[in-house]
């Protein structure tokens, strides 16, 4: 049977702007094709045995050629997978999806366009202008600005510009575009706005006129990606621009990871306008659990849930031996707040501990860098693993960044990133200052060799509010 493709608008850049369509398609792909705008974080959502393939360019290679791309398109629908082509901002704005879905067309492969937010729209917005107005602008064109060889472009007036244009890929020949326009009629007053990685924390402005607007962006060193906006409604950025005042925009934060789970500090991060990365890429390998052991949790007095994600993975091998919630021990502990929370989530009410007695019967993760004692009562569910599809992204992402801050969310997060700097080979981050949560973790990262981030930052990061949030 002959599978299916999906082009999907990733958006801009901000997670959320994204569809719910789109998350769809790319939690059932069995194959999905990336650029390099497509923001990873979204790749998240993909089924265990999804496979990525990266299309954009990477360090040691070129970009993978756009024929090459609709090859292996069809070759992998042809072969009954259902495939996500996955484009920054809007699949059919520069995104070339005439071709691809023109090349499934001819090869009777069916396929479906899922529209993204494009980064004119996106970027002005995020930037405090409004693409239209009652007042300065009744109308908007997008234009390319790769080829400074537009053969039309210098024929058309200004009345046949929209009132406010927006430029894609035109760094490199602003000026020449400024030029044109003004030999068409636009006067040397018109402002510009050029905004580098919009929607990101790492969005960046620069302003002026048409004449003056390239020196300014070679002056600040904007580059690719950015969206150049023409036109009167730059002129209410002043008054309405919203996304540079959040209280956490321009920092760049690490989250050191240990689980497998979603971050909910990078989200809290990125939600207020930091750009926040948290790594690496886990995933869960569960271990069987044999019935001897099942009874015996079953008879015992106490448990300790050592990990989060022990209790799902518990509880899916006690409910297939047929037990259920009330076959479990009277005494429920765990080590940490997330369990806690876990665990009330399945309507368990556990107790948090601190020292371990050495009756308790203990479920929990393989760890290599715990050990534990005395192994007789420690039954073992899962162990984490990297999840190498992510390597290429985590590797980017430390690589291409600048980053300023890690925070240590917990001991085993250190121990995650010491060993993953280790392996990707980015000794530079090691001299990263280090935010924390929790005293404890505060004297291991120290006692690892790290380097504290003074207190005024601990402050302005509002662990402790997150942390409460949390509960
Ligand atoms: N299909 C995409 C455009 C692809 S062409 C869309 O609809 O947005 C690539 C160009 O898009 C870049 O050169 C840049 O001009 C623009 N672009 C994409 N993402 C951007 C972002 N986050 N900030 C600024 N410009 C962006």
Not at 100 to 122: K, L
Not at 279 to 284: E, G, S, V
Not at 431 to 444: C, M
Request: charged letters at 30%; proline letters at 3%.
């Amino acid at each position: 049977m002959l599978g299916y493709v999906s082009f999907v608008g990733a958006g801009p850049g901000d997670l959320g702007l994204v569809t719910e369509k789109g998350i769809r398609c790319l939690r059932e792909a069995d194959v999905v094709l990336y650029d390099r705008l497509a923001n990873p974080r979204l790749l998240r959502v993909i089924k265990a045995d999804c496979q990525l393939i990266y299309c954009g360019k990477l360090p040691d290679r070129h970009m993978m050629r756009q024929d090459k791309i609709n090859e292996t398109i069809i070759e992998k629908a042809r072969i009954g997978k259902k495939v996500v082509r996955l484009k920054g901002g809007d699949p059919a704005v520069f995104g070339r999806v005439g071709e691809e879905a023109g090349a499934c067309q001819m090869e009777g492969i069916g396929y479906d366009i899922v529209p993204g937010i494009t980064s004119s729209i996106a970027a002005a917005s995020y930037a405090g202008i409004p693409v239209t107005h009652r007042d300065h602008s009744a109308s908007i064109t997008l234009r390319t600005g790769h080829s400074s060889e537009e053969t039309n472009e210098e024929n058309i007036t200004r009345y046949e510009h929209g009132d406010t244009i927006a430029y894609y890929m035109g760094v490199k020949n602003l000026d020449h575009h400024c030029q044109v326009l003004m030999r068409q009629g636009f006067s040397p007053e018109t402002k510009v706005a050029v905004i580098e990685w919009a929607t990101t924390g790492k969005q960046r402005t620069a302003e002026g006129t048409l004449p003056t607007i390239s020196n300014e962006v070679i002056k600040q060193q904007i580059k690719n990606p950015a969206m150049t906006i023409i036109g009167d409604v730059v002129g209410l950025r002043d008054q309405l621009k919203w996304f540079e005042k959040k209280s956490m925009f321009g920092k760049r934060i690490l989250i050191a990871k240990s689980s497998a789970e979603e971050s909910g500090l990078e989200r809290y991060f990125l939600d207020q306008g930091a750009e926040a990365y948290a790594f690496p890429t886990l995933k869960i390998a569960k271990k069987p659990i044999s019935i001897d052991w099942l009874a015996r949790i079953r008879a015992a007095d106490n448990l300790l849930f050592r990990a989060p994600e022990s209790v799902a993975i518990l509880f899916e091998a006690f409910c297939s031996e047929g037990y259920d919630l009330r076959d479990l021990p009277r005494e429920i502990y765990c080590l940490s707040e997330k369990t806690k929370r876990v665990l009330l989530n399945k309507g368990i009410l556990s107790e948090k501990i601190t020292r371990i007695t050495e009756d308790m019967i203990q479920v929990g993760y393989e760890t290599k860098q715990e050990s534990i004692e005395d192994e007789t009562n420690l039954l073992l569910t899962h162990s984490l693993k990297y999840d190498a599809r992510f390597t290429e992204i985590d590797q980017r992402m430390l690589h291409e960044e600048t980053w300023e801050t890690v925070i240590f969310p917990s001991k085993s997060s250190v121990d995650w990133f010491v060993k993953t700097l280790e392996n990707y080979g980015i000794e530079q981050l090691s001299q990263l200052s280090f935010a924390y949560i929790g005293e404890r973790v505060k004297e291991y990262a120290e006692k690892k060799g790290f380097q504290i981030v003074n207190e005024e930052v601990q402050q302005e990061l509002g662990l402790g509010k997150w942390k409460n949030t949390q509960r």
